[in-house]
């Protein structure tokens, strides 16, 4: 397939030169001689590159404007700059912005071809590589063995098959998104488009077209978000972000199964599921008025909370493996064995960032891993993980317990151990007392004897030891 190309210039002798040069190495051009046709082309054109003029006479929008707003549409796309002599400056600090190269008026055609040719290239390079960690991440089974886990993917198995809308909650990195993935997977609209919407990132002004779509004189100028979607689910994240104007709009949407474009006079029948996600305090914001109640009510015919990774240290283990097995693929390469130390300060440690920040953890590590064989022990772990393993994981106290008579010492490190184990397995008495080689009952009156406050759950069989 051949790559789009737009080329943007206020000379018309400039763009058809350019254009010219570029459909004889066999790509397809668009010509555009200010901001508002170049984003117009950009926004209903599947575009791989663009060749950008910093000065634009007669447009509304220079340069460095119009490559912000390519970038805000997708980062992903090459934007290369052309300048006068008397812009290279503005040129080369357009690269901060985000543009790919820059090439200095009056330019030589091979110059040009060179520059484009690599552009495209690290395009289709950084695509391939995004589409492979979607395939990779992007899909995958729900991993753990919690109870916890367990009743979400029973709740997520009832309600899939279904058109009710679902209200999804849970810290960031949780698996929101992923959730979603699995009840659109699951259920009828399968075969039908996914689409995300990252409401933090609306605006009142953009949020129509983007959305609903825009007409002009009549004729669609840009197909919105709803209406490519028409069959499919729409997971709305961050909705308590989405703009008060526009969560009128969506309730009517909802009520009525139809919208109009922006500047539109007809309405356009929608058949969407709708799946709404927060990682915040639903009651916080409805009383601040952030989120409308009524579409609130809407949304919420379905909850569903995602637990944290500190609730479900159980399934710490199987993620590991899981992630160290795809990277393992990714790289074709021998899976990096993990120690014993390790494997306890993983599971000890609380993950504020949840399943994402064990994800990037262990990227990181077979990074670090790089032979094959290697073992990973505790000290090749990030700083803020081992910092924050308890004292009795790193045990480094000869100088205070040398002061301690035999008893207090052993009482010092039995409780200090066994609070870090019970820590390790997310307060799990079951599963602590098989680790440390006692009987539940046994385990449970030791935690009263020393004090230890069990700040979590118990498993049913705990109760009965009770």
Not at 51 to 70: H, M, N, Q, T, Y
Not at 235 to 259: A, H, T, Y
Not at 340 to 348: P, T
Not at 384 to 392: A, Y
Request: aromatic letters at 8%; hydrophobic letters at 40%.
């Amino acid at each position: 397939m051949s790559s789009n190309i737009l080329i943007v210039d206020d000379e018309k002798d400039i763009r058809m030169l350019v254009s010219g040069v570029l459909e004889d190495e066999g790509y397809v051009t668009f010509e555009a001689g200010n901001s508002d046709i170049a984003l117009s082309i950009f926004k209903k054109e599947r575009i791989d590159l663009v060749v950008l003029d910093i000065w634009l006479e007669g447009s509304s929008l220079d340069g460095i404007s119009i490559l912000k707003k390519i970038k805000e549409e997708n980062p992903f796309v090459p934007v290369i700059m052309m300048s006068g002599h008397g812009t290279i400056s503005t040129a080369v600090s357009s690269i901060k912005v985000g543009a790919y190269d820059f090439i200095e008026k009056p330019f030589k055609s091979d110059r040009l071809v060179l520059v484009v040719k690599r552009a495209i290239e690290a395009y289709k390079l950084k695509k391939e590589n995004e589409d492979l960690r979607q395939l990779m991440f992007g899909e995958d089974e729900l991993i753990g063995t919690s109870l916890l886990m367990q009743n979400l993917r029973q709740m997520i198995e009832k309600v899939s098959p279904t058109s009710s809308r679902v209200f999804i909650t849970g810290a960031p990195g949780s698996g929101k998104e992923l959730v979603a993935k699995q009840i659109h997977l699951k259920s009828t609209r399968r075969e039908g488009p996914f689409a995300i919407v990252n409401c933090a990132a609306l605006t009142e002004e953009r949020a129509d077209a983007e959305l609903f779509g825009e007409e002009e004189g009549g004729e669609v100028i840009h197909t919105g978000i709803f209406e490519k979607t028409d069959g499919g689910t729409v997971l709305l994240d961050e909705i308590v972000d989405m703009p008060i104007g526009v969560q009128s709009k969506l309730i009517r949407l909802m009520q009525e199964m139809s919208f109009e474009r922006f500047h539109g006079s007809q309405k356009v029948k929608s058949n969407i599921r709708f799946i709404a996600s927060t990682t915040k305090d639903i009651g916080i914001e409805l009383k601040n008025g952030k989120l409308r109640e009524d579409l609130y009510y809407r949304l919420n015919v379905v909850p569903l909370r995602v637990p944290s990774l500190r609730e479900r240290k159980e399934d710490i283990v199987p993620l590991i493996e899981y992630f160290m097995n795809k990277f393992s693929e990714l790289k074709s390469s021998k899976m990096p064995v993990f120690s014993e130390d390790a494997i306890a300060v993983l599971q000890a440690y609380d993950w504020p960032g949840n399943v994402r920040q064990l994800r990037n953890v262990l990227e990181w590590l077979t990074i670090i891993a790089s032979d094959s064989d290697q073992k990973i022990h505790e000290d090749m772990l990030p700083s803020e993980i081992k910092l924050k393993s308890p004292d009795s994981l790193r045990w480094d106290r000869s100088t205070s317990i040398m002061s301690l008579p035999l008893r207090e010492a052993r009482d010092v490190f039995e409780k200090e151990y066994i609070e870090a184990q019970m820590k390790r397995f997310g307060d799990n008495i079951s599963k602590t007392a098989k680790f440390v080689g006692m009987e539940r009952s046994a385990l449970y009156r030791k935690l009263k004897s020393l004090g230890i406050e069990v700040k979590r759950r118990f498993s049913e069989e705990d109760r009965d030891e009770i």
